[in-house]
T-cell receptor, first 113, second 113 residues
Framework: GESVGLHLPTLSVQEGDNSIINCAYS??????FIWYKQESGKGPQFIID?????DKRQGQRVTVLLNKTVKHLSLQIAATQPGDSAVYFC????????????FGPGTRLSVLP | DSGVTQTPKHLITATGQRVTLRCSPR?????VYWYQQSLDQGLQFLIQ???????AKGNILERFSAQQFPDLHSELNLSSLELGDSALYFC????????????FGQGTRLTVV
C-alpha cells in the first residue's frame, strides 16, 4: 500500500505496552475532537471522539483526554497490538455554517514484536 | 467498510489534463467533504457540500471545483493538472449538524505524469 507521511513523527512501542499519542490543536473555539486511524492504502477510520465539555472519554482499549487549558489532546491505547500499527490523526471540528475538520499532522505508531 | 464509495481507485494522467473524481456518500448522509493528502502532508480540507449547497471552503485551488448532485453524490473536478497535484483524494460524508464524525472513503490515488 501507499505510505502516508514519510517524515511523520514515529512512536515505537512493544506489543502489549500502552501507547500515548499526543496532539496540539489550534482553535480554542473548537468544541468537538476526533481521533482517526489510517492504515496503509486506506482512508482514515474513526476511532473515538470527545466533546469540549468533557475531559476524558473511554472506548474499547482507547481513551481520549482533552486539556482545553493548553489545547492538547491525547489518545491512549491499552495493550497495543500489531494491528494498531498505523498513522493516527487528531481532528478538531469547527462549526460555522458548515463543519470544517482540521487535521493534525499525524503520528505513525509502530508496534514492535 | 465505511459506506462511502469513491471511484476510480487509481488514476494516471498527463499534465494539463482534466479529471473527475466521484464520491457516493453513506446512505442518509447529506454532507460531503473532499480532502487532499500528499505524501509528506496530512489531510488538507478542500471543500464541503450539504444537500447540494457549498458550505465550507478550505485550501482549494481555483483549478479545482466540486459539486453535489440531487442524488447526493459528489464530484471533484481537477483541471490543468500539474505534477504537484499528485496525491490521494479522499471523500468523507456525515449527517449534518454539529459534532458529528465524518466517515471516509478509500480514496482516489491520482498520479500526474
Amino acid at each position: 500500500g501507499e505510505s502516508v507521511g514519510l517524515h511523520l513523527p514515529t512512536l515505537s512501542v512493544q506489543e502489549g505496552d500502552n501507547s500515548i499519542i499526543n496532539c496540539a490543536y489550534s482553535n480554542s473555539a473548537s468544541d468537538y475532537f476526533i481521533w482517526y486511524k489510517q492504515e496503509s492504502g486506506k482512508g482514515p477510520q474513526f476511532i473515538i471522539d470527545i466533546r469540549s465539555n468533557m475531559d476524558k472519554r473511554q472506548g474499547q482499549r482507547v481513551t481520549v483526554l482533552l486539556n482545553k487549558t493548553v489545547k492538547h489532546l491525547s489518545l491512549q491505547i491499552a495493550a497495543t497490538q500489531p494491528g494498531d500499527s498505523a498513522v493516527y490523526f487528531c481532528a478538531e471540528v469547527l462549526y460555522n455554517y458548515g463543519q470544517n475538520f482540521v487535521f493534525g499532522p499525524g503520528t505513525r505508531l509502530s508496534v514492535l514484536p | 467498510d465505511s459506506g462511502v464509495t469513491q471511484t476510480p481507485k487509481h488514476l494516471i494522467t498527463a499534465t494539463g489534463q482534466r479529471v473527475t473524481l466521484r464520491c457516493s456518500p453513506r446512505s442518509g448522509d447529506l454532507s460531503v467533504y473532499w480532502y487532499q493528502q500528499s505524501l509528506d502532508q496530512g489531510l488538507q480540507f478542500l471543500i464541503q457540500y450539504y444537500n447540494g449547497e457549498e458550505r465550507a471552503k478550505g485550501n482549494i485551488l481555483e483549478r479545482f471545483s466540486a459539486q453535489q448532485f440531487p442524488d447526493l453524490h459528489s464530484e471533484l473536478n481537477l483541471s490543468s493538472l500539474e505534477l504537484g497535484d499528485s496525491a490521494l483524494y479522499f471523500c468523507a460524508s456525515s449527517v449534518m449538524g454539529e459534532n458529528t464524525e465524518a466517515f471516509f472513503g478509500q480514496g482516489t490515488r491520482l498520479t500526474v505524469v
